[in-house]
């Protein structure tokens, strides 16, 4: 008994330890491709990052593709994570949620030293015609999105907040389109201005206000 313990406990062991690993690759990879981009990743830099010898590195991800995808992945997961915690908050009305979850990415991007702006967006310009399996990461990434940004929209639809003739998915789906330009535009100013825009004029269009 006490042998397959010890086999359970190490097994464990090697578990949490294969996550850090692979934990600590996608944080250095995703800081990275934040600030420089795709192309300006490369796997010696994130293996220096993390003192992850190189042989490792192909144990965890097959290519830079691979990993690529797990950065992508870890990136909507993070926000997913972020926005679902506003987006139950009981004392907030719905759009309220919604307001406050442009707070926090509009929060985000202009704590950047350099405004990098969104990694999807980014790599949609990018990568969305080079790489098929990157492609389907990024689209999936959006549609969640788009999936949380649609539950809020039905709920404020149910207690009035919309008009009765909204389409909350159709509205979710250009609100996102709506935001990645806004935020594309503020990149090019190195500027806040485009996302105001978005807040105070696009958004209250978009909802029929």
């Known amino acids: 008994m006490t042998g397959l313990i010890a086999l359970i406990d190490w097994s464990i062991l090697m578990s949490m330890v294969h996550q850090d690993t692979r934990s600590a690759l996608i944080s250095a990879g995703l800081r990275a491709m934040l600030h420089g981009g795709y192309d300006s990743v490369g796997i010696a830099g994130v293996l220096t990052q993390t003192g992850v010898p190189k042989g490792s590195f192909y144990h965890y991800f097959d290519s830079k593709e691979a990993f690529g995808c797990a950065i992508v992945v870890e990136y909507g997961e993070r926000w997913r994570a972020i926005r679902r915690t506003t987006f139950e908050r009981t004392d907030l009305s719905p759009l309220d949620r919604l307001d406050r979850h442009?707070?926090?990415?509009?929060?985000?991007?202009?704590?950047?030293?350099?405004?990098?702006?969104?990694?999807?967006?980014?790599?949609?310009?990018?990568?969305?015609?080079?790489?098929e399996p990157l492609r389907q990461a990024i689209e999936a990434a959006f549609d969640e999105w788009?999936?949380?940004?649609?539950?809020?929209?039905?709920?404020?639809?149910?207690?009035?907040?919309?008009?009765?003739?909204?389409?909350?998915?159709?509205?979710?789906?250009?609100?996102?389109?709506?935001?990645?330009?806004?935020?594309?535009?503020?990149?090019?100013?190195?500027?806040?201005?485009?996302?105001?825009?978005?807040?105070?004029?696009?958004?209250?269009?978009?909802?029929?206000?």
Do not use: H
């Open 102 to 131: 442009f707070d926090e990415l509009e929060d985000d991007v202009m704590t950047q030293k350099v405004l990098s702006g969104c990694l999807l967006g980014n790599l949609s310009q990018l990568l969305a015609s080079r790489s």
């Open 146 to 209: 788009q999936e949380d940004l649609s539950r809020v929209l039905e709920t404020a639809l149910q207690v009035g907040e919309l008009p009765n003739n909204a389409d909350p998915d159709e509205t979710a789906a250009l609100v996102i389109e709506a935001y990645e330009g806004a935020l594309l535009r503020a990149k090019a100013q190195a500027s806040r201005a485009p996302l105001v825009r978005f807040r105070t004029r696009s958004l209250p269009l978009l909802l029929g206000k």
